[in-house]
């Protein structure tokens, strides 16, 4: 049985990361510890766009000025058009890079993974779910199967962090394997489809190729080396692709390949677009979807329209999961609308969070049903 898991923001929030709609106070509270160094003067004019030139639209239109995925999506749509408050057009790509940074950042700031003595753990929850991954495609692949991917809307990497700290090694779908040749050593590999772009993806300037540059930062490091550290460690992975070029010899973009939640994605991202079709593959496969941490909204109809089109298989959907929380009774009716009447019996919400015991219990009778 094929069980595709779909990762929403929630998920990663007992690591650290902050909700959308939460994302830019923090980053603002964070801009105010300075604790940003280097990025502090991009960080800063993010703020501006929210708090300054956004707001003045409410006017007229109602956009959620303090929510990052609408924030960014109106600074993308606005370097398109040329326009965005009083700002100067020619000063919009500066401010289309800038609000990655924030995204990259601010993650950086939040998320932290815990060491002991002698390892660092994989990040809450997801420790738990690699695991269990693990333990089922070990068992599937020797029958030539792989009955476990990913689809993930998040930019962090918590996810892939805890699959290869687990033994499982990571196939993004893109058209090159992963910078650090480490990465590509596992026996065992999964799908992690994501859909908007990664902290540890970016370009190749010269190949116009996107490539994923490294997941685990501390690979080769013995854990007396360690010993000076936190208890609690910044996954960093968007501050290290300057260090790094691309095989064929050119430095690297040092910002992140990162796209808005819009349908158009953007004019730079058409090489995702093979990333998406393979997310649709996926799903036309999947005998379980299990849905983490995501709420559906409204607005999101490229998740609506790759939902249809890509389930349009003669594969029954036997169980649609929704793991999203004490509040998540409100996204139901959202999903419910989202399948088709031969599928809506297959919905069953549960209103915990993903990283308690109750969601794992959920998640392992699926993978062993």
């Keep these: 049985m094929k069980t595709v898991f779909i990762l929403g923001a929630g998920a990663s929030f007992e690591?650290?990361?902050?909700?959308?709609?939460?994302?830019?106070?923090?980053?603002?509270?964070?801009?105010?510890?300075?604790?940003?160094?280097?990025?502090?003067?991009?960080?800063?004019?993010?703020?501006?766009?929210?708090?300054?030139?956004?707001?003045?639209?409410?006017?007229?239109?109602?956009?959620?000025?303090?929510?990052?995925e609408e924030l960014f999506s109106a600074i993308d749509m606005g370097a398109m058009l040329g326009v965005f408050g009083s700002r100067d057009p020619k000063t919009l790509e500066d401010l289309r890079r800038a609000v990655r940074v924030?995204?990259?950042?601010?993650?950086?700031?939040?998320?932290?993974?815990?060491?002991?003595?002698?390892?660092?753990?994989?990040?809450?929850?997801?420790?738990?779910?690699?695991?269990?991954?693990?333990?089922?495609?070990?068992?599937?692949?020797?029958?030539?199967?792989?009955?476990?991917?990913?689809?993930?809307?998040?930019?962090?990497?918590?996810?892939?962090?805890?699959?290869?700290?687990?033994?499982?090694?990571?196939d993004y779908g893109l058209s090159e394997p992963c910078l650090d040749a480490d990465e590509q050593q596992y026996q065992i590999v999964v799908p992690v489809m994501k859909l908007h772009g990664s902290i540890n993806w970016t370009r190749c300037p010269q190949c116009k190729v996107i490539v994923a540059t490294e997941i685990d930062p501390w690979r080769r490091a013995?854990?007396?080396?360690?010993?000076?550290?936190?208890?609690?460690?910044?996954?960093?992975?968007?501050?290290?692709?300057?260090m790094k070029r691309h095989g064929c010899g050119s430095a690297l973009d040092p910002v992140p390949m990162l796209v808005p939640?819009?349908?158009?994605?953007?004019?730079?991202?058409?090489?995702?677009?093979?990333?998406?079709?393979?997310?649709?593959?996926?799903?036309?496969?999947?005998?379980?979807?299990?849905?983490?941490?995501y709420s559906f909204p409204a607005t999101d109809t490229f998740f609506r329209y790759l939902f249809a089109l890509g389930t349009d298989s003669e594969v029954h959907l036997e169980k649609f999961v929704v793991i999203n929380g004490e509040h998540g009774s409100e996204t139901v009716p959202r999903f419910a609308k989202l399948l088709g009447p031969m599928s809506q019996r297959a919905l069953i919400p549960h209103h915990f969070v993903f990283a308690g015991a109750s969601a794992q219990g959920v998640i392992r009778d699926v993978l062993q049903g």
């Design 261 to 293: 939640p819009t349908w158009n994605k953007a004019s730079d991202s058409g090489a995702l677009k093979e990333v998406w079709r393979r997310a649709a593959q996926e799903l036309a496969r999947a005998d379980n979807i299990v849905v983490i941490g």
């Design 102 to 170: 924030f995204i990259y950042r601010t993650l950086e700031e939040t998320v932290r993974v815990s060491r002991t003595d002698r390892k660092i753990l994989p990040p809450s929850g997801y420790g738990e779910l690699a695991q269990m991954t693990f333990e089922k495609l070990k068992e599937s692949v020797r029958h030539g199967r792989r009955d476990v991917s990913f689809i993930t809307f998040n930019y962090d990497t918590c996810l892939e962090f805890a699959l290869v700290r687990t033994g499982v090694g990571i």
């Design 15 to 68: 690591s650290g990361a902050p909700l959308m709609r939460d994302f830019i106070p923090v980053a603002k509270k964070l801009q105010e510890r300075n604790v940003f160094g280097a990025s502090h003067a991009q960080i800063q004019d993010v703020l501006n766009a929210a708090y300054r030139d956004l707001r003045t639209v409410q006017a007229k239109a109602s956009i959620e000025y303090l929510n990052i």
């Design 222 to 242: 013995h854990f007396i080396d360690l010993l000076d550290h936190a208890k609690e460690l910044k996954l960093e992975l968007g501050s290290r692709i300057p």
